[in-house]
């Protein structure tokens, strides 16, 4: 990994001994930076190609199946990818990565450890800070019947370089929900029943950041941009030994369903996580004031029974996060009925 | 990177990929385990070679030299080292795969950036916690001329194994020195010129940790064996992106003249820097105290002018770490009176 401001310009030296041949990079790049000058300080080389990535919603398996297949069409093999945006953006490039090298659909590998090869060369640069999906090993992916990841050894990005400078221009509001995400994770790290003392350095160290930012500050400076870059991929690296918890399990029903976006989703649920996480909650609501970000309420109004059914088991689906949060017997804790009671709260 | 209670035990599994053919895995094992349980834990199979490391003195780059031309004489070529102990014998593990792919000595490669090829398939597995050498691109040597590294991007371990419960039964006086050298890392980090956010982040926790450990806790238990460990890895990622600083300058000329190994070297120095770092070296001696350590004292009396010329040639060659602590004018400030003057109070 590479941090610091202005490494971004190095990002050609660092792919310079992957490149095979004649197989090009690929370059996927949030469409929000198409005509921008971070696109064009993409460095492309030769057959290279940029791809920019519609992101309006998060990455479904057939957007990923199609593009692999796209890139195995026109160039057979390729020397790499390269993800340049937020975690959808770098959660596409782990994924296509994958599906060059592994067949079938990338429906087939959502789950823990189905991805068979490694995937080629991949690098992530975010441009939004939060996510943690730049040390992930998820990349996660809506498919035909789950919100779920790759989850494998497989998929952390080979390289990452954080620039903190390219977070520099995000919209506030966007960048609090993601900033959020990490905040989330850091919580649901911290007081699951995964956790070891690897986590646990990394989960406190990313949550005293984000406190540092949105509880002690008053107003967003390059400092904030520079700890919240740390704080992702700190809170990214807490998660990798432990794992998330209830705001997330609850949150990808909602992506499932209504196509709700990852961090503004946590940001939706974990505001009624009280009966979990009270003091963490009883911040959020603070950090949420403080900056003056509205959460939207009564998303679920009118859903109807099967609606609430078909999240419910995308939900119930994520054990372990389930069993992170609550313990072996999170089953007999969080019953159908329960997680029903507060989808209809959201 | 691996980080767990009895992870030891997946060696086998993690390096299992990395054999190539007949080419055998070599381990380096500091000898102190020789005939202990932990020997006869390592996972030989077919040709494999373990080599009890001699680390009296620390590695030279002599040995190393030996070490690798043996091996090359013995199979040609080995899929990798796997190196077990403390900072000197990963140290030794790192030289010596660089030097079975890079021509020459060892002492070619004392410096920055000098290292020409990657080495063969490493892994470290620190036994004892603090050094920081298990994420360091450094492999510290006592060459011909100069106590010096090889620095380079090559230089950092493909895989590292953490696994609290392998330093247990170390002896408690040991522990302490090297446990003090990464507290020493933190300070000399975090004071540093050189420092960002990916510094200070690592730092401030490995800082914290150190600080739960040897200030408020009273007593080892396995918790502190679990946190020393984190706060190694932590304290050697800040200086990954930093520097050190007076306290390891000056200790490499004990070191290069004296033989004083690291730990206790840091240590001795650090007791006579309130000039440089007021604050850390009234909790240094705090902790001294607390722990029943006793700092050596007066190893320099009775050495000659030539002696003292040489730990003070070989001190100020140390250039970036006098830079990181004392800023661009740094040999207007430590001039060769003032540091013979530091010397002779050791």
């Not at 309006?56 to 390729?78: C, M, R, S």
């Not at 990818?81 to 087939?108: C, E, F, Q, R, W």
């Not at 995400?181 to 995964?194: M, R």
């Not at 119930?316 to 072996?328: D, Q, R, T, V, Y």
Request: hydrophobic letters at 40%; aromatic letters at 10%.
């Amino acid at each position: 990994m590479i941090y610091g401001r202005g490494s971004f310009n190095q990002v050609d030296e660092i792919i310079a001994p992957h490149r095979k041949s004649m197989n090009p990079m690929v370059f996927f790049v949030d469409y929000f930076f198409e005509g921008k000058p971070l696109a064009s300080g993409v460095p492309l080389r030769s057959n290279d190609k940029i791809i920019f990535a519609d992101v309006t919603h998060e990455p479904k398996t057939t957007y990923v199946d199609l593009l692999a297949n796209q890139l195995k069409d026109e160039f057979g093999i390729i020397s790499g990818v390269v993800g340049i945006g937020g975690g959808a953006t770098m959660d596409l490039a782990k994924a296509v990565s994958l599906m060059m090298t592994n067949p079938g659909s990338s429906a087939d590998y959502q789950g823990w450890d189905l991805v068979k090869f490694p995937g080629v060369y991949k690098v992530g640069i975010p441009t939004l800070s939060g996510t943690g999906a730049e040390v992930s090993r998820t990349t996660v992916l809506t498919g035909p019947t789950r919100k779920l990841g790759m989850n494998s050894d497989f998929t952390p990005f080979d390289q990452i370089v954080l620039d903190p400078a390219l977070t520099k221009n995000a919209p506030s509001n966007q960048r609090f929900y993601t900033g959020m995400d990490c905040y989330i994770h850091c919580i649901e790290s911290l007081q699951g029943t995964y956790l070891n003392e690897f986590s646990k350095s990394y989960g406190e160290k990313a949550l005293q950041l984000c406190q540092e930012i949105y509880v002690d500050k008053n107003g967003w400076d390059d400092d904030c941009d520079d700890k919240l870059m740390m704080a992702s991929y700190a809170g990214g690296m807490s998660i990798a030994y432990s794992q998330v918890g209830v705001a997330h399990a609850v949150s990808y029903g909602l992506a499932f369903l209504l196509g709700t976006k990852h961090g503004i989703g946590n940001c939706i649920v974990f505001d009624k996580l009280e009966e979990y996480y009270p003091a963490a909650v009883k911040e959020f609501k603070y950090m949420v004031e403080k900056n003056n970000i509205e959460i939207p309420q009564g998303i679920c109004r009118g859903l109807s029974d099967e609606d609430f059914n078909k999240m419910i088991d995308v939900s119930l689906g994520m054990k372990p996060l389930w069993e992170n949060a609550l313990g072996k017997d999170w089953e007999s804790i969080i019953t159908r009925e329960k997680l029903r009671a507060l989808y209809e709260r959201l």
